[in-house]
C-alpha cells in the first residue's frame, strides 16, 4: 500500500487513482495523521502531495520528520518537496511562482526514480515557491529554464522530489515516473480497471427499495450516473431535467432521447426558461450568478419531489452526477483551496432532507467516458463536450441579457458547426465563445462601431484537471472569427484564449 499525504493539492486523488491504475493500493491522509497510519497500516512507499499554501506561511501544514528516518521511500511532490527540503535543512525562495509547461532536462539517469526515461520532456508545474538550496545528501537529476532543482533525490534515505507534477496528464512520462516509485517500494506494476458491476451492486445496496430522483443535464456525467442507477433499480429511478434556457440548443430533446432509448425511462422535463432570466436580471457577479440559478433550481426540484411524492413516490436519494474534479474545485480536501462553486444543486439536499447518490464522486471525466461506452451509450454522446452546470450564464461576463444569450448561443453554434467541418471535434474537449463585456472599434461597412469582443476558448484535456489550447489551424480560427463578426450582430472582435490550466481555469467565471 502507498500512503499519499494530502496537503490540499488540487491533484491528491488524481496522484491515488494513478498509482491504482498501476496496480497498487493507496491510502490517502492528512499531515496530521501520517505516523500513526505508518505505525498501524506499515505503507511501503509514501507520497507527499503538493498543495496551496508556502512552507513559510504560519498555519501551513506540516509533517513529523521522522517518516525520514523510516527507511520507507518517499516521493515528494512540489508543496511536498518543498517542505521536505524546507524541514530537512535545504532553503525554499517565496514566491519564485511558475505555472503550466515546461521543459525537464535530465541530467543524471543513474537513479532508479529517472530510470529509462528521455533527455528531455515536457513536465506541468503549478508552484509558488522554489527550492534554492537541497539539504545535504541530495543530488540533482533534472533541471527546467528556471527551476534548479526539479527532480533531486537522497538516495540513502531514498527521497525522490519533485518539483513538477509527474500525475497530471500533460507531464510526458509522469505515469513512468510513478511506476518507476511503485518498483522502488518493492511492487510490481499492473493494470487495473473500473468495476461496473461493483457500481451498480452498491447503488442497489445504498438505496434499496428506496426511490431515486436524479438531476439530469444531458451531460456524459449525469446521463452515465442515471444509466447505472435505472441499472440498478429500473423505474424508481426518475430522472429529472430543469430546462432554464442556459443550456445547448437541442439538449431537452437530447435529454429525452438519451433516457428513453438507453433505460427506457421517460425523463421528467421542466420549463423554467423564463423564470431564469427574470432571477438574473441586473447580477453580474459570477458567484451570485451560481447562487440564483442553483436557488431557482432547488425551488423547482422541492415543488417537483412534492408532487412526485402526492403520487406515491416520495423519496430519500438525489442522484447526481458529480465527478472528481468537481468535488476538488469546490474544495474537497483539508487543506484545499476553493476554486468555485461547482454544483448548482448543492444546497438541495439538505433542503430536501434527501441523502446524496453519487455514484462517480470518485472517477475522473476520461473514466466517466469509458464507463459509459461499456454501458452502450452511443460513441459521439461518450465524446460529447462537458457543459458547465450553470450553462452560458458563467460564459456572459457581466449581465445575462435575453439579447447576449441569444448572441452566446449564435456564435456557439458557428463555433461548434466549423470544428466539426473540419475534422476537429473529436479531439477537442471543449470549445466555446465568451461574451467578454470589453468593448472596441470596427468598421462594418462604412461606418465605425463600437461593439463587443468575443473570446474563444477551445481547449484539450483529458482528466480535466489540467488542459492546454487547441492549436486550431489557421484556416479554421479565420473561418470562425469571420462568421462571428458578419453574423452576429454587434460584435467588433474575436480574440483567441491561450491560456493553460494551470493557471486560466476553462471557464472564463
Ligand atoms: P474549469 O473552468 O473549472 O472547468 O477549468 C472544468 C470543467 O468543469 C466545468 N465547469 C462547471 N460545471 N458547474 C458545473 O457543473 C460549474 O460551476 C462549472 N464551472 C466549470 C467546465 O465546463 C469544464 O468542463
Known amino acids: 500500500m502507498i500512503l499519499i499525504v494530502d496537503f490540499g493539492s488540487q491533484t491528491t486523488h488524481l496522484i491515488g487513482r494513478r498509482i491504482k491504475e498501476l496496480g497498487a493500493a493507496v491510502q490517502i491522509v492528512t499531515p496530521e495523521s501520517v505516523l500513526s497510519t505508518i505505525q498501524k497500516e506499515k505503507p511501503s512507499g509514501i507520497i ?11 498555519g501551513s501544514p506540516t509533517i513529523d520528520k521522522k517518516i525520514f528516518d523510516l527507511k520507507i521511500p518517499v516521493l515528494a511532490i512540489c508543496y511536498g518537496f518543498q517542505l521536505t527540503a524546507h524541514l530537512l535543512g535545504g532553503k525554499v525562495l517565496f514566491g519564485r511562482k511558475e505555472y503550466g509547461p515546461a521543459r525537464l532536462e535530465i541530467l543524471n539517469l543513474k537513479s532508479q526514480i529517472s530510470n ?15 527550492i534554492v538550496f537541497l539539504p545535504s545528501g541530495f543530488i540533482v537529476f533534472g533541471s527546467t529554464e528556471h527551476v534548479s532543482f526539479a527532480l533531486a533525490t537522497d538516495e540513502e534515505r531514498k527521497i525522490f522530489g519533485l518539483l513538477f507534477h509527474p500525475e497530471v496528464e500533460h507531464t510526458e512520462y509522469g505515469r513512468h515516473i510513478l511506476a518507476n516509485f511503485i518498483r522502488i517500494c518493492g511492487s510490481s506494476v499492473k493494470e487495473h480497471k473500473i468495476d461496473v458491476e461493483q457500481i451498480i451492486a452498491e447503488i442497489k445496496e445504498k438505496v434499496g427499495d428506496n426511490y431515486v430522483i436524479g438531476a439530469v443535464s444531458g451531460g456524459v456525467d449525469s446521463t452515465v450516473a442515471g444509466v447505472l ?78 408532487k412526485l411524492a402526492k403520487s406515491g413516490k416520495s423519496t430519500k436519494f438525489l442522484m447526481q452526477g458529480t465527478i472528481y474534479s468537481d468535488v ?15 454544483h448548482n444543486v448543492g444546497g438541495l439536499p439538505e433542503r430536501m432532507k434527501l ?32 457543459f458547465p452546470g450553470p450553462g452560458f450564464a458563467v460564459r456572459i461576463r457581466g449581465e445575462v441579457t435575453k439579447e447576449r444569450l441569444e448572441k452566446e448561443k449564435k456564435a456557439d453554434v458557428i463555433v461548434l458547426e466549423e470544428l466539426e467541418k473540419a475534422g476537429l471535434l473529436a479531439s477537442i474537449f471543449i470549445s466555446f465563445p465568451v461574451m467578454t463585456n470589453a468593448f472596441s472599434t470596427a468598421v462594418k461597412g462604412d461606418g465605425q462601431f463600437f461593439g ?58
Request: net charge negative; hydrophobic share 35%.
Open 48 to 58: 507527499l502531495s503538493g498543495g496551496p499554501s508556502s512552507v513559510y506561511e504560519s
Open 116 to 130: 529509462s526515461l528521455p533527455k528531455k520532456f515536457t513536465v506541468w508545474m503549478s508552484h509558488g515557491d522554489d
Open 229 to 306: 442507477a435505472a441499472s440498478a433499480i429500473g423505474d424508481k429511478f426518475i430522472p429529472v431535467y430543469v430546462d432554464n434556457g442556459l443550456m445547448r440548443q437541442g439538449t431537452t430533446e437530447h435529454v429525452k432521447k438519451i433516457f428513453t432509448k438507453t433505460a427506457g425511462i421517460n425523463p421528467i422535463v421542466i420549463d423554467a426558461v423564463g423564470e431564469t432570466l427574470e432571477n438574473l436580471r441586473g447580477i453580474a457577479d459570477p458567484e451570485e450568478k451560481r447562487k440564483v440559478i442553483g436557488n431557482l433550481y432547488i425551488t423547482i426540484f422541492e415543488h417537483q419531489a412534492e
Open 328 to 342: 476538488i474545485e469546490s474544495q474537497g480536501s483539508k487543506h484545499a483551496a476553493k476554486i468555485k462553486s461547482h
Open 355 to 386: 441523502q446524496l447518490l453519487e455514484p462517480l464522486r470518485g472517477l475522473y471525466k476520461d473514466e466517466v467516458r469509458t464507463l459509459g461506452k461499456s454501458l452502450g451509450l452511443p460513441d459521439e454522446f461518450v465524446h460529447k463536450q462537458p
Open 452 to 509: 463587443e469582443v468575443i473570446a474563444l476558448r477551445v481547449v484539450e484535456s483529458q482528466d480535466v484537471m489540467t488542459a492546454t489550447w487547441a492549436r486550431l489551424p489557421y484556416e479554421v480560427l479565420q473561418k470562425i472569427s469571420s462568421r462571428i463578426v458578419n453574423e452576429v450582430s454587434g460584435i467588433s472582435r474575436v480574440v483567441y484564449d491561450i491560456s493553460t490550466k494551470p493557471p486560466a481555469t476553462m471557464e472564463w467565471e
